[in-house]
């Protein structure tokens, strides 16, 4: 699918709620924490990706967020995608102490020993939950939240109050069932932000309109 051109969305004669809004040169409205991040908030987040490495990935990294500025995970991605076999959950289950230990002793990433062997202990939940159900990202997209659960408007406040939602805690819940490890509720609603489960972009946002496209074509996944 070709997306709608951010510029000519942006010229569009829809008045937006400017709250939580920044300008560029041009007069083109983004999201406030867009500057820190132009590429990855203009191209990347909130679109939907149905790949289960991907899927598996991003859970991942956010683990390793926490307690972190999601900046320094980015700007370390691909030192983890080598380091993790770029995320190949088939791979990483197979992981051993001394992958630990070498996973350890690489500056290139975040050298937290709980999130390492979370990422393996995750890699192996993965494996196994998608030869029960067919496929990772057909369960985990099970757990998109309906429209009526959405809000009217995201704005700085909704932003500001809503680390966490209804859908993002049953998500949590169940993972953590399933043994997943550093998959809380506020890590699995970046996660649902991220991969496109939920459209955050801000009501105004350039990008906003573009990711609900992207939503509506997207195919939701379901059993391989």
Same mark, same amino acid.
């Given at each position: ?7 000519? #969305? ?11 809004? #920044?300008?560029?040169?041009?007069? #083109?409205?983004? &999201? ?14 909130? *679109? !939907?990706?149905?790949?289960? *490495? @991907?899927?598996?990935?991003?859970? &991942? ?8 500025? %999601? ?45 390492? #062997? $979370? ?5 192996? *939940?993965?494996? =196994? ?7 990772? $990202?057909? %369960? ?6 309906? =429209?009526?659960?959405? !809000? ?6 909704? %932003?500001?109050?809503?680390?966490? $939602?209804?859908? $993002?805690?049953?998500?949590? *819940?169940a993972l953590k069932e399933r043994g997943w490890t550093f998959v809380g !509720? ?7 932000q991220a991969v496109g489960m939920v459209n955050d972009h801000m009501n105004?946002?350039?990008?906003r309109p573009v990711v609900d496209a992207a939503r509506a074509a997207f195919? @939701? !996944?379901?059993?391989?």
């Amino acid at each position: 699918m070709t997306l709608p051109d951010v510029t000519a #969305v942006a010229n569009s004669p829809n008045s937006a709620d400017k709250a939580g809004l #920044v300008w560029d040169a041009h007069g #083109v409205p983004r &999201c406030f924490w867009q500057p820190s991040m132009a590429d990855y908030h203009d191209h990347e987040w909130g *679109r !939907p990706v149905g790949d289960d *490495r @991907r899927l598996y990935e991003k859970i &991942c990294l956010e683990g390793f967020q926490a307690g972190m500025a %999601w900046i320094t995970i980015l700007r370390k991605r691909e030192a983890f995608r080598e380091a993790f076999d770029d995320f190949d959950f088939e791979r990483v289950a197979r992981y051993t102490e001394q992958d630990v230990d070498r996973l350890m002793g690489n500056p290139a990433i975040v050298r937290n020993r709980a999130k390492i #062997v $979370s990422t393996i202990n995750n890699a192996r *939940r993965a494996l =196994a939950l998608a030869e029960e159900t067919g496929s990772l $990202s057909g %369960w985990l997209w099970r757990h998109e939240p309906p =429209a009526a659960e959405r !809000p009217g408007t995201v704005d700085l406040d909704y %932003w500001n109050q809503n680390p966490t $939602s209804a859908a $993002s805690a049953a998500l949590s *819940r169940a993972l953590k069932e399933r043994g997943w490890t550093f998959v809380g !509720p506020t890590t699995m609603y970046a996660f649902m932000q991220a991969v496109g489960m939920v459209n955050d972009h801000m009501n105004g946002c350039v990008c906003r309109p573009v990711v609900d496209a992207a939503r509506a074509a997207f195919k @939701r !996944p379901g059993p391989a």
